[in-house]
């Protein structure tokens, strides 16, 4: 089995399971990224940052980062 066959027999990630850089937190809630990093993800209640190794840019789990915008509707 070759790379392509075998990639073809792995199931989708689902949405609330895949990582998302700060770009893409921001196209979620239509804000610039420098605002979503410098007013957002740093707010103390704000999802954790997963990062795989030292230096690695941040990501974070999209079902958190989805639950923490909707626990702020107004």
């Given at each position: ?22 770009a893409t937190i ?43 915008f909707e626990s702020?509707?107004?």
């Amino acid at each position: 089995m070759n790379v392509l066959e075998a990639l073809r027999d792995v199931s989708p990630i689902p949405r609330e399971k895949r990582l998302w850089s700060i770009a893409t937190i921001a196209a979620y809630v239509e804000l610039e990224p420098s605002y979503v990093a410098q007013e957002i993800v740093c707010q103390p209640d704000f999802p954790k940052a997963i990062r795989w190794k030292d230096g690695a840019k941040p990501r974070w789990i999209a079902g958190e980062v989805i639950s923490w915008f909707e626990s702020r509707k107004e």
